[in-house]
């Protein structure tokens, strides 16, 4: 094996283990501000909900890293009823002043998919806009189809990504923000290409915005 390939694959998996600590680190801090709060018996109900929520992330963090240990299975599903369940998981965890507005002409499109590992997918895609448009502003989402594909491009109005960045984004450890281990859009573009046969891609980005493109292969001709 080449030395630039293991180098590369000490840095994916040196990068996996850091942020399966920053994913794990959030909600168990939450848990364990929540036991203090309880030693306390201070509004036990309202605690006891907050705690099934972050009881609920680790769930989706455990498989989410367990999926890509293995071969995920794929499940016939709607790509549109899928992406609106995602955004409505992360609405309710985002902030206020970002909008995520789904658009498409499709009423419905099956594709084989893995729900946790496209959530994840999604969910790193946002993220960036939201850190390119500085937390404040929208981020749309727009499913449409081209040849046998259905796109879900992930659009921003931030400041963009330089040309010479552009050519690194999807290399594991690459990251333009300060903070963070450059491991989102490279495990996207895993989960993507090696485990839906799909691809991604830079649409464009410039001063005035980005746009990422997933391409899933759809199973039936869409339904307009």
Known sequence: MRLDKISAQNLLWASMAKETAHQIATPLSALMA?????????????ISKEIDRDLDRLSIISNRFSSIGNSPSLIETDIIAASEEGLDYLKERMSKSVNIRLQTSLAAQSVLL????????????????????????????????ERQYVVVSIQDKGSGISKKEQKNIFKPGFSTKKSGWGLGLSLSKRIVEQYHNGHIKLGYSHEKGTEIQMYLPFLKEPKK
């Open 34 to 46: 929540w036991n203090n709060l309880l030693k306390e018996q201070i509004n036990i109900h309202d």
């Open 114 to 145: 893995n729900k946790p590992l496209y959530f994840w997918c999604l969910e790193n895609l946002i993220k960036n806009s939201i850190d390119a448009i500085k937390g404040k502003g929208e981020v749309l989402i727009n499913i449409k189809n």
